[in-house]
C-alpha cells in the first residue's frame, strides 16, 4: 500500500508540481488512512470500500478535528484515489460517496491602524534583536506576506534602493512587493547596525535568531506575541493577523482588488474579496450604531 502513496506523491511532485506543503499534507493524511485500515484488516487499496473511508472520517471527525482539516483529509482520499483509478489499479473509486463537511468562514482579526503603530512602536530599543524585530514587524506590514514568505527572504531578495522585495510563495511563484520608506529605513538599521552581530557566517537568510540560524515560523511568532502584550493589545493576534490587517486597510483606503490579490499572492480573486465584504459589514454597523436612537442604549 505504501507503494502506491509513494507513487503518488511522486505524480504531485512531477505532474501535478503540487506545492511542498501540498505534498507533505497529502502524504501524511494517506499515511494516518493506511494505518486505520490495516488495523482494520483491509491490506489492499483494491480491498477499500466506501464504507471503510466513511468509518474513517467518522473517526477524525470524532477525534475533534476542526472542519478544514476534515476536508482537507477527504481532498487528499479523493485525489489518490482519482490517481488510482486513472492507473488501473481499482475499476471503481470507493471515495465518491465521500463529502467534505461545511466550513464556517471565520471573519479574520483585523487590527485598527492605532493598533498596528502601537505594535510596530514597540521593539525601540538599540541591541540587535530589537533592531531586528523592528525590521521584521515593519516589513510584515508593509508587504503582507506570509510568515513562511518572510523568514525565507534571502538578503538578495531585499532592493533598498527601489523599496521592494521579491518574494517566493509555496509554489515558487515570484511576485514584487513595494514598502514604505519606514520600512527601507528599519531594513537598513537591521543591515547596517545588527544583522552581523547575530548572524552566522556567509548566512544567506536575511532574518535569524540569536543563534544566528534561520528564523523559524514558532520564534517568530513567538516575537508577534511577545510585542502585543508589550503593546497591551487584547486581541489575539497571530503573524496572519498582521497580513489581514496589511489587506483591509489597503481596501479600506481604496486600493482595488486585483493589486491587493496580486500583494498578497492569492490564485483566486475571491479569497481576497472577504476583505471588501468585511469592511462593508464594519461600515454598515458604523452607520448603525451612529444612527439607531437605542444602539448605545445599555
Known amino acids: 500500500m505504501l507503494q502506491k502513496i509513494d507513487a503518488f506523491v511522486e505524480y504531485l511532485e512531477n505532474i501535478k ?177 545588527a544583522r552581523q552581530a547575530l548572524c552566522q557566517e556567509n548566512q544567506e537568510y536575511l532574518f535569524t535568531n540569536c543563534q544566528g540560524t534561520p528564523m523559524t515560523r514558532q520564534g517568530f511568532w513567538k516575537i508577534i506575541k511577545y510585542y502585543s502584550s508589550k503593546a497591551g493589545i487584547k486581541k489575539d493576534i497571530t503573524p496572519h493577523t498582521i497580513r489581514h490587517s496589511f489587506a483591509m486597510h489597503l481596501v479600506n483606503n481604496g486600493a482595488d482588488l486585483k493589486s491587493v490579490q496580486e500583494m498578497l499572492g492569492h490564485s483566486d480573486i475571491s479569497t481576497t474579496q472577504i476583505y471588501v465584504k468585511t469592511n462593508a459589514d464594519t461600515k454598515l454597523k458604523e452607520v448603525y450604531e451612529k444612527a439607531h436612537p437605542r444602539a448605545n442604549v445599555s
Open 17 to 193: 508540481r503540487a506545492s511542498k506543503n501540498t505534498i507533505a499534507s497529502y502524504k501524511r493524511d494517506l499515511l494516518k488512512l493506511t494505518h486505520f485500515l490495516t488495523e482494520n484488516d483491509c491490506r489492499s487499496w483494491e480491498q477499500v470500500t466506501g464504507t471503510n473511508l466513511n468509518s474513517y472520517i467518522l473517526m477524525i471527525e470524532k477525534q475533534g478535528l476542526s472542519s478544514a482539516t476534515v476536508s482537507r483529509n477527504i481532498a487528499s482520499i479523493k485525489a489518490f484515489f482519482l490517481f488510482l483509478l486513472k492507473q488501473g489499479v481499482i475499476t471503481e473509486d470507493p471515495s465518491e460517496s465521500l463529502k467534505p463537511p461545511k466550513i464556517e468562514k471565520k471573519t479574520p482579526v483585523i487590527l485598527s491602524v492605532e493598533e498596528v503603530n502601537l505594535l510596530l512602536e514597540q521593539p525601540a530599543g538599540s541591541s540587535p534583536k530589537d533592531i531586528r524585530d523592528k525590521a521584521m514587524l515593519e516589513l510584515l506590514y508593509a508587504t503582507g506576506i506570509r510568515v513562511s514568505e518572510l523568514i525565507a527572504l534571502k538578503t538578495q531578495d531585499i532592493n533598498l534602493s527601489m523599496n521592494y522585495i521579491h518574494c517566493h510563495d509555496s509554489n515558487d511563484k515570484e511576485r514584487v512587493i513595494p514598502f514604505t520608506n519606514e520600512t527601507k529605513a528599519a531594513l537598513d538599521n537591521y543591515l547596517s547596525n
